[in-house]
């Protein structure tokens, strides 16, 4: 690059290559039968039919530019490169093609179905079970909702079919689409693979779909950082550069003008991130795909690769650019026909028109008249059709050939799941604490990791945003390989160069590497930011992992985002840094069984909630830990139950004896709040002998999975209407606890003075805040004389 002195900035060394594919092609450099692509060409103008089909028939719904655009590489992927076993679409084994550009789901279901109807034609033993394809039928359920009730849709048994991608669908591995969380996840899953087959020449490729407007998002920079540091190189990333955003038709700079979003092109931030990049000059040409998706594969330098197609957006359309993104032709339109006359033209065939009214029935019947249409001409042009079913079957014999398996020493998370000897109750002997000892939240959670990390044989993979430290993560990797994560260089080391301070793409990673099914990852930052910042990876991660489970059958598999550094303890870092909003972003905001928070206030109570959360098989699990070093409770002196206690999600420190006037119920929830409670408060409630409840919230998703008479004998609901209580986080996670206007006048909060906090020692913070052993002894009290009680409290 030169500026106006004449001063020259290049890009220093890479690992990673550059090629263009003309003169791959100009070389010769490739074994392409023409005749396939031949039957391609036909292939595409079927596929791209259906699109405008889809779009048409679910109106304002759908993406028809890019589904288009992106097509042909698709068409590639599934019928030439890849080797997977179409009977057996959940063969960890064979390569994995993820859409993280989820908006073209539109092109994935028509991809899918129109393989399904190859198959089903020219080799039908092939065909997985009903539930394991998606037929052409299915498409009738696009976009629709499972209580849909349209004959047809009733009639074929439709499946209803997500806006965008989601493992309920056969072949799809993770829920994308949302905000580059799919460049993250699929990279995290690509990690899962080759850990797990340890070999590249055995280990399955990853294919990854997206678009240059969905390689905007920091995150994905940050997912790109990861995988070329870290070596990944099954993975190879297909970009769908057809400059067309929802705003722009401009989104990078290229060779004529800079762009309207960002100012570099998608080879040059690829080859930046040390990538292997392949440009595909026109990538509508099935030959310069067919070759690029050739060498991709042939890159032995253990980089990642990317390959950059030049497309147009809604190619043949009739609209196209921005404008094709989210928007097409309107209903059974002139243009809509027009755009379906190549294929009329091309194989002799004539789609119904609309008539009568437009109702959901009528616009159904006639959708499902387009679709048999289609299903007639694949039948009439057997041929072509056998040509491609053939290419299905090479695929499933080229990965038999090839017998790829785990490596033998492969981590093991039925040493978790499926171990009797690993139970809540049960504390290993090397992680028993003594009272009196003093250790931080964080490094227990460390320890525990570590431990459970050595029984699976490394199952557990940590990342940090360069607190890897400072949060105790890296204890997780004690006795495994120091430094960090390589492929090739250090593949034994448990943690994860996560790009630097990058929580967005280190959550997406890590939730990728989990979904694979064989590890768990663990990622740590402070609370106050991992938790907003990876909100969409943990939803997405649910997600996938909810319609794994309800459609597959398959158990969850967690990924476990730390949130360290929790709460007004971290008060030196001053408020930006000591939030105590993070929970309520958390805590009962997924569905029952989706996300497990933790909120432990006694080291020792950590073993226990981790054990049992993991064996709840969530898809999320948040514990929440501080950061000073505190002693360990000595729970004997101070008449506490044990801490496996604490696996019911709610528990009792104090229980009010029932043959006695009860004056009143306290609940507590954080390490700090309570541990000034036990040692300041608690102590003179029991010399006052005041007849008092004192509960903890140690997690409300555990209690949430007790049954309804459990919860109730735990924690009635008329302990809720007297109590008040007392928490580091905000004052809305109390209401489901104390539900009385009473009571929550008289629970203490840190903003309950009307301002964030200022900094300090964690004990000052407390002070200012009103939440130390003395502000909450006199808030008990003065709740105990308004509760009208009759003990003598002096």
């Avoid at 009730?149 to 994308?176: N, Q």
């Avoid at 699929?186 to 407007?213: K, N, R």
């Avoid at 001409?377 to 090479?394: A, Q």
């Avoid at 607190?467 to 993560?473: A, G, K, N, V």
């Amino acid at each position: 690059m030169n500026n106006k002195t004449g001063s020259t900035l290049e890009f220093g060394h890479r690992r990673g290559g550059f090629f263009n594919i003309v003169d791959e092609i100009k070389e010769k450099n490739f074994s392409i039968d023409l005749t396939f692509i031949d039957a391609l060409e036909k292939f595409d103008l079927v596929y791209r039919t259906l699109c405008a089909i889809l779009y048409n028939f679910v109106p304002a719904s759908g993406h028809p530019g890019g589904s288009i655009s992106s097509g042909r590489i698709v068409q590639s992927l599934m019928l030439h490169s890849m080797d997977y076993d179409f009977s057996d679409p959940a063969n960890k084994a064979s390569d994995i093609l993820s859409y993280a550009a989820g908006h073209k789901a539109m092109g994935l279901y028509a991809a899918w179905a129109l393989r399904n109807e190859c198959v089903r034609i020219s080799y039908p033993e092939l065909l997985p079970t009903e539930k394991e394809q998606l037929r052409l039928e299915d498409l009738l359920g696009f976009r629709k909702n499972p209580l849909t009730s349209t004959p047809l849709f009733k009639k074929y048994k439709a499946k209803p079919l997500d806006g965008h991608p989601t493992p309920a669908t056969p072949f799809v591995r993770l829920a994308t689409g949302a905000s580059g969380v799919g460049i993250a996840s699929s990279f995290g899953m690509a990690w899962a693979v080759l850990d797990s087959y340890g070999s590249e020449i055995t280990t399955p490729w990853v294919h990854v779909l997206e678009g240059e407007g969905g390689m905007t998002p920091g995150r994905v920079q940050e997912a790109l950082s990861i995988a070329g540091t870290s070596r990944l190189h099954n993975i190879v990333l297909h970009v769908d550069w057809n400059q067309a955003s929802i705003d722009s038709n401009r989104v990078c700079r290229d060779e004529q003008a800079p762009g309207d979003y960002v100012q570099w092109s998608p080879a040059e931030l690829l080859y930046l991130n040390d990538w292997n990049v392949i440009t595909v000059p026109d990538g509508k040409d099935f030959l310069q795909i067919l070759v690029a998706q050739e060498l991709a594969l042939k890159c032995h330098n253990d980089q990642p690769t990317g390959i950059i197609y030049s497309t147009q957006k809604g190619w043949k359309y009739g609209i196209t650019g921005r404008v094709s993104h989210g928007a097409g032709h309107a209903f059974c339109s002139d243009g809509f026909y027009s755009f379906l006359s190549e294929f009329e033209n091309t194989f002799g065939v004539k789609f119904s028109r609309f008539s009568g009214d437009k109702t959901p029935e009528n616009i159904e019947r006639l959708f499902y008249e387009h679709l048999i249409t289609i299903r007639q001409v694949l039948e009439t042009n057997k041929g072509i059709v056998t040509m491609l079913g053939k290419n299905i079957l090479r695929s499933k014999e080229r990965l038999i050939q090839q017998k790829r398996s785990y490596r033998k020493d492969i981590p093991r998370l039925s040493s978790i799941f499926g171990d009797s000897a690993v139970l809540p109750d049960k504390v290993p002997s090397e992680l028993v604490l003594q009272p009196g000892q003093c250790i931080p939240l964080r490094s227990v959670l460390g320890n525990i990791a570590n431990y459970l990390n050595k029984i699976t044989g490394g199952a557990f993979v940590g990342a940090s945003a360069d607190l890897l430290e400072s949060t105790s993560i890296s204890l997780l990797n004690r006795g495994f390989p120091e430094g960090f994560y390589n492929a090739i260089s250090n593949s034994g080391c448990r943690l994860l160069s996560a790009g630097g301070i990058c929580e967005d793409a280190q959550g997406g990673f890590l939730s990728g590497i989990s979904a694979f099914g064989n590890h768990i990852g663990v990622g740590s930052s402070y609370g106050a930011f991992i938790v907003a910042l990876q909100h969409i990876s943990a939803r997405l991660h649910a997600i996938g992992q909810q319609t794994q489970r309800h459609t597959w059958g398959i158990s969850q598999t967690p990924f476990i985002i730390v949130c360290g550094h929790a709460g007004p303890k971290t008060g030196e870092d001053g408020p930006t840094h000591a939030d105590p909003q993070a929970l309520q972003l958390f805590q009962e905001n997924f569905p029952k069984g989706s996300m497990i928070t933790l909120t432990p206030w006694d080291h020792q109570e950590i073993w226990p909630l981790m054990v049992a959360a993991l064996k709840a098989h969530p898809a999320i699990i948040a514990p929440f830990v501080t950061r000073p070093a505190d002693p360990v409770i000595d729970r004997e002196k101070y008449k506490l139950p044990p801490p496996s206690a604490a696996i019911k999600g709610v528990y009792a420190l104090r229980k009010a004896d029932s043959s006695k006037k009860r004056a009143g119920t306290i609940v507590l929830q954080g390490n700090g709040v309570a541990s000034a409670f036990v040692t300041d408060v608690l102590p003179v409630i029991d010399e006052k002998s005041l007849n008092l409840n004192v509960f903890y919230i140690a997690s409300a998703e555990l209690f949430d999975l007790l049954p309804y008479e459990e919860q109730q004998s735990v924690f009635s609901e008329s302990y809720a209407q007297e109590a008040m209580g007392i928490t580091e986080f905000t004052l809305p996670l109390m209401y489901r606890w104390v539900t009385s206007e009473r009571g929550r006048k008289h629970t203490l909060y840190p903003f309950m003075k009307g301002h964030f906090l200022g900094s300090g020692q964690g004990n000052v913070v407390f002070t200012e805040a009103g939440l130390n052993g003395k502000s909450q002894l006199e808030a008990v009290l003065g709740y105990l004389i308004e509760n009208n009680s009759t003990h003598h409290i002096g």
